[in-house]
């Protein structure tokens, strides 16, 4: 499995952003795909993750009310749109991806419990 991120950049504060993670392989329609985000000299932190089925999805607090992500199936593809954006929302972003059929909200937090990372994108707020 591949995982493909784009859509990063620079925006001002309060402004909207959309990021998109394309999967590829022959197990990428039964994926659950999330994103992370790194901040310079900081951990890397949950953002936010959709289930296999679609039905399963939460959010960090600091990003819940603010950004939506959704999955389209037939292209294997999750989308991440980000509004209200401020400067602490600043980060390389990353998606990733587990593909055993389990889902917590808890364990969907934790990133060494997915199997797949794609490249980075960067996010840049300016105030």
């Known amino acids: 499995v591949q995982l493909q991120a784009s859509g990063g950049g620079s925006v001002q504060a309060g402004g909207s952003l959309r990021l998109s993670c394309a999967a590829s392989g022959p197990t990428a329609s039964d994926l659950s795909m999330g994103w992370f985000r790194q901040a310079p000299g900081k951990e890397r932190e949950f953002v936010t993750t959709i289930n296999w089925s679609g039905l399963g999805i939460n959010y960090a607090d600091s990003v819940k009310g603010r950004f939506t992500i959704a999955k389209a199936n037939a292209k294997n593809t999750v989308y991440l749109q980000m509004n209200g954006l401020n400067s602490e929302d600043t980060a390389v972003y990353y998606c990733?991806?587990?593909?055993?059929?389990?889902?917590?909200?808890?364990?969907?937090?934790?990133?060494?419990?997915?199997?797949?990372w794609g490249q980075g994108t960067q996010v840049t707020v300016s105030s």
């Open positions: 990733a991806a587990y593909s055993r059929k389990y889902y917590t909200e808890s364990w969907s937090r934790v990133p060494e419990n997915y199997d797949y």
